[in-house]
């Protein structure tokens, strides 16, 4: 029944969202706001997998990119980043390959184009940038480094892509992919910015090919993101060991080691992949505190780096649960160029009078300031 109702109210929202303009009509109790006009943002999606696997709650993950789309002017939003494992499986493509009713009821070919569907929202709108997943290769989870990625994410599908891809990486079969991406923005106060997104748990070659694009002149003087998929644990730890069979691979701390902490010019980790679902006690006070992390380390020149995750697939208390409550991150990049305002925003929750006072988070841990060095 919660399904149900929750696949209808997707529905009604994406298609409501679709027949409007820019700002809409104020049928929505909710609509964010800039902090400052002169800001921009970046939109944060938590990783997926629970939208796409259940065919009940593929509409809300669309939910999320019509969201998305639907206020890209509003909230001058310059790009979507996607934190990985945008699907649950992604090479089991008979209904006997999925493993059970309760981890999903989709193939992977289903869950990818589901995945595609939801991109679609945003495409000629607004860049989406994507850190593939553990989920993303393999089978089931990294048993290899295939992905299906490639069919569904490539550079010609989206015309915004004209004007922010600016390269691409090799994949583990020496084929330029969207699988390690760079893409560029430009703004008055901020600058150059370059963010680059990540096959999953990077090869040698993928972090030789972002240390060269970094370090190069065209590039030398911009901020740079790192998107990434696996990079703090749920606690705050850099990932030091994880158990995917693939190889070669660095995890996050030799990441870390070999391209963040001596680069000159990388600003800011981004990640998703861990957390837990969040603790609910006797009042029915929610604490999701465990679905994010951020901490702060020096580069070797003595820069800060801040390294933030967030995953909310689990922020509806399971793991198979409705895939998240749609939660997700509003990035907002301040006029002083060097401020990053954080909030985390609902856009399920704020479709309705009856759940619009949910839409926010609020707690220190899920509205806060990033400083950029």
Known sequence: MKRSVYIILALLFAARLSAQGPLGEPQIPVYPTLKDSGSFTMIMVPDPQSYTKFAANQPLF????AWIAQNAERLRIAAALFTGDMVEQNNLLTSGGVPNPYNGDQTSRQQWESV?????????????IIAQGNHDVGYVAAENR???????????RNSCFANSLVATGCNYQGINTMENAAFEFHNKTWGDILVIAFEFAPRDEALDWARQLIESEKFRNHKVIVLTHSFLGTSGERIKQESYKLTPRNWAQE?????????????????????????????????????????VDKAADGRNIPQMMFNSQNGDGDWN??????????????????TIYVRTFSPLFALSKRTAKYAWRV???DQFEIKID
């Open 363 to 365: 707690a220190d841990y």
């Open 321 to 338: 649960g409705n895939g998240g409550d749609c939660w997700l991150r509003i990035l907002e990049f301040m006029p002083d160029g060097k």
């Open 62 to 65: 669309e939910l999320q990119t």
């Open 146 to 156: 295939y992905s299906s990625m490639p069919e569904y994410v490539y550079p010609e």
């Open 255 to 295: 990441v870390w080691d070999k391209l963040i902490y001596p680069s000159k010019n990388i600003s800011l980790v981004l990640c998703g992949h861990t957390g837990t679902p969040p603790k609910i006690d006797s009042s029915d006070s929610i604490d999701y505190r465990s679905t994010a992390a951020y901490r």
């Open 116 to 128: 595609s569907r939801g991109l679609a929202r945003l495409d000629g709108k607004i860049p989406y």
